[in-house]
């Protein structure tokens, strides 16, 4: 009896295969990265169900999307959170800020000049994370907003787990260098 090992397909290779309607790689793709989007909107948006439906909007802009990847430009892991990223900020966007009774007194809230320092912060945070290599921005992507350990990123992104640690401290230099005395 022969065994032949079935190759699982690359996430490249599912995109192509969704570009062209297939309902199946999508189903795929889905099931590979639905976890880590939703992981990635909660930590973006705070709340469960403004998550999930975030989730929900980036997997239909990757579907919608699929026929704009170019293997030739990178993988397809990279190629979907960007897509996914850019749908939940697009959901973050369009979220109405819950309304409130106001206090008497002073209230908790921290002051606007805070709330503006942190806002520069982040932005130019992200600001920074652009300028990293393509092959080195989702290694981060995946650590932070995901919160995947090394192996998993590793795994996820099928590469070695020490070319995920190098990739790793290469970002991280990379940003340490790009934000050197804008952010103390």
Not at 146 to 161: T, Y
């Amino acid at each position: 009896m022969v065994r032949v090992d079935a190759v699982e397909p690359t996430d490249g290779q599912l995109i192509e295969r969704v570009a062209g309607g297939d309902r199946g790689a999508f189903d795929e793709l889905y099931q590979r990265y639905a976890r880590a989007v939703l992981g990635l909107a909660l930590r973006r948006l705070g709340d469960r169900g403004k998550a999930e439906d975030a989730t929900q909007e980036a997997f239909v802009a990757v579907w919608r999307s699929a026929r704009t990847y170019d293997s030739a430009r990178g993988r397809g892991a990279p190629w979907l959170y960007a897509v996914a990223r850019n749908a939940i900020t697009d959901a973050f966007r369009r979220a109405p800020s819950p309304v409130s009774e106001l206090e008497d007194g002073p209230g908790d809230d921290p002051d606007p000049s805070d709330e503006a320092e942190a806002a520069w912060t982040a932005w130019r945070v992200h600001r920074a994370l652009e300028i990293l290599p393509d092959h080195e921005r989702p290694v981060i992507e995946l650590a932070y907003w995901s919160g995947l350990s090394q192996s998993e990123i590793a795994e996820r992104l099928e590469i070695p787990l020490g070319t995920v640690k190098t990739r790793t401290r290469s970002a991280l230099a990379r940003l340490a260098d790009s934000l050197e005395g804008e952010l103390r």
